[in-house]
């Protein structure tokens, strides 16, 4: 009887060391599919935040180009505003030289046709003067 308790405590040993086992295999199991579980979320969460640091490297970059786009747009005007400024202040000097120049001009002009003037008067003069001798 006492063999036979033995060897039932034995079997009990034996399949509670099987069960222990299968059980130790199932949580090893376990903890492997949870680690898998966990790995493959780490690695979604990786991405999802290398996409997210991405996309706002891209916001800020095409932010920066914009900036620079109207940096470099208020540049140009000015720099044309300036041009035109220059263009205007050219034009203005222009004309009051061609100005000046014309009113040159025409004072000649204006000089020898009253030196013709006065000569063809003379000569008229001379003439008159000649012909009320003759008479």
């Known amino acids: ?25 199932e949580l090893n199991k376990e903890q492997q599919w949870l ?7 780490m690695a979604a969460t990786h991405k999802a935040e290398i996409e997210k640091a991405q996309l706002q490297s891209q916001t800020v ?6 900036a620079l786009r109207l940096s470099l747009n208020n540049m140009h005007t ?25 009113n040159d001009k ?13 000569l063809e008067w003379e000569k008229i003069k001379e003439q008159c003067l000649k012909e009320k001798e003759d008479l």
Do not use: P
């Not at 006492?2 to 222990?20: A, F, P, Q, V, W």
């Not at 970059?61 to 914009?66: A, Q």
């Not at 025409?106 to 030196?115: K, N, P, T, Y």
């Open 78 to 102: 000015s720099q044309l505003e300036l041009t035109q400024l220059n263009l205007r202040k050219e034009k203005e000097t222009a004309l009051v030289e061609l100005r000046e120049m014309l």
């Open 1 to 25: 009887h006492e063999r036979e308790h033995d060897r039932e405590i034995s079997e009990l040993i034996t399949k509670h060391e099987e069960e222990m086992e299968k059980l130790r295999a």
């Open 35 to 41: 680690l898998d579980e966990l790995e493959q979320q």
């Open 106 to 118: 025409h004072a000649q002009e204006v000089a020898i046709l009253q030196s013709r003037h006065q």
């Open 61 to 66: 970059h095409s932010l920066e180009l914009e």
